[in-house]
């Protein structure tokens, strides 16, 4: 007699093991060191050097211990849409990089992406949603915490907090930390919070501050508004101490001045804006031909020269208008449409994980406009993946299923809404 076929709720999350919590903060930790920059000031041409090579060696450390992980454990499901997008960028920029002769530069940074990629994938095979995102967030939380520590010589010589081991840029340092507090507002949000988590949250909010990144403030400020929004029933300890922390905020910016003096950043003003539109405007004549106008120079193109300043090169400090020169109008056109399909997916996503997917999108996508990485091998864009990943149709029932357990009256968020009803 046959045996009987495998049942495919074997399979099923419900049905088997799930990645070591442990195993998955150190993959997620791996992943984002690998993906925040090491130097301040220096972007990649091509050249091996010993950090270059450590960073990718961290980076492969992470997918195989990723691969592993995904294997050790019942797979499960996760949609595949949010690939062919990705796949048509990098194909777009790798084909960019061959016609403007920028080949082993751009290529490798493709293939950095893609080792991103990768690992994100394996992470959301191997464990729940919200448990991959808050490892992720957590990860960031830690770089951020030991770099702005590390890096406190850098306010007091120049007025901005940066990253001292590793040597984040200020405003990358500013992503870190806030999608730390993206974390911590979600878990208030849920009525999962501790008096540790407030102050930690208050920490890297305060590390937003430090850094002078307006954008990421600004963006930040936003994304806790659109959690805060969902907040069905607030305690009223809760309220009361939000009204007398804001009261208390609003007070301490006014008397002090903190506001005017932020916003001029030691009187830069909207000069970095003004500098911004030059390199903008650069973009938009700095194809040498039709292939690149179309297709782009490669994600390793960072800088662009200008003309009529005292300057020749700049950054072009925005996610958008990057890809414009690195993947050409093709990237450009299918960036946008994969960020609408992504928000398409988000609105129907369960309400836990539509709230942090909302924050961390408002976060990403907000501060894109004005800086760069969001399509790069990046922290933001292995979270911008993550949630497309997650928010795809091919995910959400198995987000459906992972947010009915989390409610079960057996779980902790079950218990505490039988308590709060």
């Not at 960019?96 to 530069?105: I, K, M, S, Y």
């Not at 497309?388 to 459906?400: C, D, N, V």
């Amino acid at each position: 007699m046959p045996a009987p076929e495998r049942s495919t709720d074997d399979r099923s999350p419900a049905a088997g093991r799930t990645a070591s919590p442990l195993g998955l903060r150190l993959v997620a930790l791996l992943l984002v060191v690998g993906a925040v920059g090491w130097r301040r000031g220096e972007y990649f041409s091509g050249a091996l050097d010993p950090v270059v090579v450590a960073k990718a060696a961290v980076s492969l450390v992470a997918l195989a211990l990723a691969l592993l992980l995904a294997q050790a454990v019942p797979r499960r499901p996760l949609g595949t849409g949010s690939l062919w997008w990705l796949g048509i960028l990098l194909g777009s920029s790798a084909f960019g990089a061959l016609t403007a002769g920028n080949l082993p530069a751009g290529g490798v940074v493709a293939v950095r992406v893609a080792v991103l990629a990768a690992t994100t994938f394996f992470l959301l095979r191997a464990a729940p949603a919200v448990q991959v995102l808050t490892g992720v967030a957590w990860a960031c939380g830690v770089v951020a915490a030991v770099a702005s520590l590390t890096g406190i010589s850098s306010f007091l010589d120049e007025g901005r907090l940066a990253g001292g081991i590793p040597a984040i840029d200020p405003n990358d340092l500013a992503l870190l930390a806030g999608v730390a507090v993206v974390l911590l507002v979600w878990r208030l949000v849920q009525d999962d919070v501790s008096a540790p988590a407030v102050v930690a949250a208050l920490f890297f909010l305060g590390v937003v501050w430090v850094t002078g990144s307006r954008t990421g403030l600004l963006m930040l400020v936003l994304a806790v508004l659109v959690m805060a929004a969902h907040i069905r029933r607030p305690r009223v300890g809760l309220v009361v101490a939000g009204l007398v922390l804001g009261a208390a905020g609003v007070v301490a910016v006014t008397v002090t001045g903190a506001i005017t003096g932020f916003a001029a950043r030691g009187g830069d003003g909207a000069s970095t804006l003004d500098s911004r539109f030059i390199a903008w405007r650069a973009s938009l004549t700095w194809a040498q031909s039709n292939w690149q106008e179309v297709f782009g120079g490669g994600l390793s193109v960072k800088i662009i020269r200008v003309q009529g300043q005292f300057w020749t090169t700049q950054p072009l400090d925005s996610s958008w208008v990057s890809l414009l020169v690195q993947a050409g109008i093709l990237g450009v056109v299918t960036a946008a449409a994969w960020v609408l399909w992504v928000l398409r997916g988000v609105r129907r996503a369960p309400r836990p994980h539509r709230v942090f997917f909302l924050g961390l999108l408002v976060f990403l996508l907000g501060r894109s406009v004005l800086e760069s990485g969001l399509f790069d091998a990046t922290p933001a864009f292995l979270l911008f993946l993550a949630v497309s990943l997650l928010a795809e149709g091919g995910t959400r029932q198995r987000l459906h299923a992972e947010a009915g357990r989390a409610a079960a009256p057996g779980s902790v968020h079950g218990r505490r809404a039988s308590r709060a009803g």
